[in-house]
C-alpha cells in the first residue's frame, strides 16, 4: 500500500510559510495584490475563481475581480490588461482561459506584463520556463507537482521521470521544469505505441493526459511515485483522476490522491507567485 | 554497415529548391535579404559566416555582414537590431553568439523582431517551438535534423526517440519539434544514471552532448537511426561527432557522418527560413 502525497497538506504547509511572508510584507505597509481577469462567466472558471479568492483571503493577499462582458473587443481587453500593468497595487495578473474566440490568445498574450504573469500566459515566461532562466513565472499546475515532490523530499536527479500528455499547461512546461532538476525524461502521449512499457520504467509517473483512470495497475512499476494531474468525473459524476487509484495504490511507492492531490495545491502556488511578483517589484525600486 | 545520411545530399536537393523559390521572387523584383550581425571578430564565429556567405550566394540570397566594434555599448547594439528591423531589405537577422560579456543576451534577445529572428534568439520564437505553433523560426540546428530526417522519409510518429544532450541550441528545442511529430521523447544527459540503457532502447538517437565519440557500439540499437549533431576535434585534431562512427556504423541501420551530416545542412535551413521571412513580409503586405 502506497504512501499518500496528500496536497492538502501541501497547500497547507506553504500556505502558511506564505502567510508569515505576506505579514512581514504587510509590516511594512506593502499588501500583495492579485486581479483575476474573466471575459464572461464560464462556470468552471468561476469555480476556480472563487478558490482562489478564498486561498488569497487566507493568505492575505488582496484579490481583486475584474469581470469583463462577452461582447468587450479585443482593443479594449488590451487596454484593460495595460491597465493593470501599470496599476501599483497589482503585482499579478491571471487571466481566466479560454478568452472568447473574438479575442485572439495569440494576440494579447505579449501584451500582460512578463513581471505579473503569475500564470505564464505571456511567452516571455515559456521561454524561460523552457531554458530554465530565472525570474519567470512557470504555469500553476507543473509548479503545484513540483512543490509536492519537494515538500515530501523526492529527488528527482538522475531519475527515471515519465509524463503522460504532452499539453502547454502540464506536460510540456513540467518536462522542461523536471529536466532542469537532472531527471532523465520521458514524454509519452496518445501516439505512444507501447504506453504500459514506458510508464511501467518510470521512478517518477506524472498522469496529464485528462482521460479517466487510465493508468492501470499493470502500467506502473513497483515502488513508483505516481503523481496524478487529472481532474475528470466518471459515468457517475464522481470526480477522478487520470490514475485507477484504487488499484494502482497497492503497487505504486507514494502516489496522489483525487480530490486532494496536485489540484488542491495549485491555488496556494498561484498566492506564492503573487507574493514573488511583488517581492520582484520591490527589489527592482530597491 | 549502415546506410550513411548524407547532409552534403540534403543540402543540395534543399539548395536547389530554394533557389528555385528566390529565382521566382527575383522575377517579382524581389530579393531575400539576410543580415549577419557580430560584434568583434571571433574566428569560429567568422568561419561559420563564410559558410553561410557562400550558401546565400549560391542560392540568391542578398547576405550582408554587419560587423560592429568589440567595444560597442549595449544601447548602440540594441539600436542597430532596431535599424534592421526596420530595413525592408533585410528579412532576416542573424545574430552571432556569444556577445561580448557587456551586452546582456538576456536584454537584447526581445530586441530583434520575432519576424524576422531566423535563428530563435527572441523568446517569442522559443515559446513557439515550445508549443508547436506555426510561423515562427526554430534554430537552425535541430530544423537541420529535422531536414534531414525528412528528406530520408523516415517517420518519427510512435517511435522511441532518444535526445542525449539539453542545450537550448538542440536538445531541448529538438525535443520539442520530435514530440510535435508525435515522437516519444526521451532526453538524456549528463545526469543521466545508465544511459547505454536508455540510448539502446532507440529507435532515432541523437547525439548533442559535444563530447568527442561518447556514443559507443553497445549504446546503440541494432537497426537504430543515430543522427549525430556534435562537431568536435579529437587528439589528433581530427573533426569527429558525439558517436564513434566507425564502431556504431556496424550496428546501425542509417547514420549521419561527421563531416558531411547535420553541419552540412544548417546554412541551406538558414537560408530556408530567410526565403520564410520574405514570403512573411510579402503576405503581410498582400
Known amino acids: 500500500m502506497a504512501d499518500i502525497l496528500s496536497g492538502k497538506e501541501v497547500a497547507q504547509a506553504l500556505g502558511e510559510k506564505l502567510k508569515g511572508e505576506v505579514d512581514q510584507l504587510k509590516s511594512r505597509g506593502i499588501v500583495p495584490g492579485l486581479a483575476i481577469v474573466i471575459v464572461g462567466d464560464r462556470p468552471d472558471s468561476m469555480s476556480y475563481i472563487k478558490g482562489a479568492q478564498k486561498k488569497c483571503s487566507e493568505i492575505g493577499i488582496d484579490c481583486r475581480l475584474v469581470q469583463l ?7 479594449e481587453f488590451v487596454s484593460k490588461i495595460h491597465q493593470l500593468n501599470e496599476d501599483r497595487n497589482v503585482h499579478g495578473i491571471l487571466v481566466m482561459r479560454p478568452l472568447p474566440a473574438h479575442i485572439s490568445e495569440d494576440r494579447v498574450k ?3 506584463s512578463p513581471l505579473k504573469d503569475v500564470d505564464c500566459f505571456n511567452p516571455a515566461n515559456i521561454a524561460k520556463v523552457m531554458s530554465g532562466e530565472e525570474g519567470g513565472f512557470a504555469p ?16 528527482l536527479g538522475g531519475k527515471r521521470a515519465v509524463i503522460v500528455g504532452r ?7 513540467l518536462a522542461m521544469m523536471m529536466l532542469r532538476r537532472n531527471a532523465t525524461l520521458t514524454i509519452c502521449h496518445t501516439k505512444t505505441v507501447d504506453l504500459a512499457k514506458e510508464t511501467s520504467r518510470a ?7 485528462g482521460k479517466a483512470r487510465m493508468i492501470k495497475k499493470d502500467m506502473v512499476g513497483s ?6 494531474v487529472g481532474i475528470n468525473f466518471d459515468e457517475n459524476g464522481k470526480m477522478c483522476g487520470d490514475v485507477d487509484f484504487e488499484a494502482v495504490k497497492d503497487v505504486a511507492g507514494k502516489i496522489t ?8 495545491v495549485t491555488s496556494t502556488v498561484l498566492a506564492k507567485h503573487v507574493i514573488r511578483a511583488c517581492r520582484m517589484l520591490i527589489d527592482s525600486e530597491a
Open 69 to 75: 462582458p462577452e461582447d468587450l473587443s479585443e482593443k
Open 110 to 112: 505579449y501584451e500582460i
Open 140 to 155: 500553476c499546475t507543473p509548479s503545484a507537482v513540483m512543490e509536492i515532490l519537494d515538500h515530501y523530499g523526492i529527488e
Open 167 to 173: 499539453s502547454m499547461v502540464v506536460g510540456r512546461p
Open 203 to 209: 521512478e517518477i509517473l506524472v498522469a496529464a493526459a
Open 223 to 228: 515502488g513508483a511515485v505516481v503523481i496524478d
Open 257 to 264: 490522491p483525487v480530490p486532494g492531490g496536485v489540484g488542491s
